[in-house]
T-cell receptor, first 115, second 115 residues
């Protein structure tokens, strides 16, 4: 079945440590997105990419970094500069053609906590 | 510019009674609108979408929504709630902006279903 796989499901970060969240999709979608979800705040966009080797900052990019070396993969690194990383992180993908009509497909998320 | 407001942070209903989750939007262009459902510790699943065809849109699990341009609303309804409908619901607007189609999410409405 086609879909988006996020790993790990749970992740713990120590002070001063960088951690990387994995997102892989086999839907052949060009666009991929990373969101942060905190209780009562909905989804906030961290980074997005509409094509391989290109990505743009979202609303809350500070303290995060991404890469898009392959169409299927869009890993997110939470750096030590992100002082409040505890949250639920969601990866999504979508078709770029007829962009406004296209829904996003979501993974099942990674919950990141501070040790 | 685009925005979306979910008018209720929580909605509580009894099993078997109707559900109404309210969503108002703002967009400079003709938008597409989506409703997603999220169960605890899961990703978002598409319920339905409006893409300028029929104004009454039917989705999965008996949900439907009506696009009302004059009221800038896209409320989600279901005739009879089931216990399994208890979840978080997100209204999303998507319209062209600077050549990209980045969606804007509402803050979510938590649906509580009492037996």
């Amino acid at each position: 079945d086609g879909g988006i796989t996020q790993s790990p499901k749970y992740l713990f970060r120590k002070e001063g440590q960088n951690v990387t969240l994995s997102c892989e999709q086999n839907l052949n979608h060009d666009a991929m997105y990373w969101y942060r979800q905190d209780p009562g705040q909905g989804l906030r966009l961290i980074y997005y990419s509409q094509i391989v080797n290109d990505f743009q900052k979202g609303d809350i990019a500070e303290g995060y970094s991404v890469s898009r070396e392959k169409k299927e993969s869009f890993p997110l690194t939470v750096t030590s500069a992100q002082k409040n990383p505890t949250a639920f992180y969601l990866c999504a993908s979508s078709i770029v053609g007829q962009g406004v009509f296209q829904p996003q497909h979501f993974g099942d998320g990674t919950r990141l906590s501070i040790l | 510019a685009q925005s979306v407001t979910q008018l209720d942070s929580h909605v509580s209903v009894s099993e078997g009674t109707p559900v109404l989750l309210r969503c108002n939007y703002s967009s400079s262009y003709s938008p597409s609108l989506f409703w997603y459902v999220q169960h605890p510790n899961k990703g978002l699943q598409l319920l339905l979408k409006y893409t300028s065809a029929a104004t009454l849109v039917k989705g999965i699990n008996g949900f439907e929504a009506e696009f009302k341009k004059s009221e800038t609303s896209f409320h989600l309804t279901k005739p009879s709630a089931h216990m399994s409908d208890a979840a978080e619901y997100f209204c999303v607007v998507r319209s062209p902006s600077g050549g990209s189609y980045i969606p804007t999410f509402g803050r979510g409405t938590s649906l509580i279903v009492h037996p």
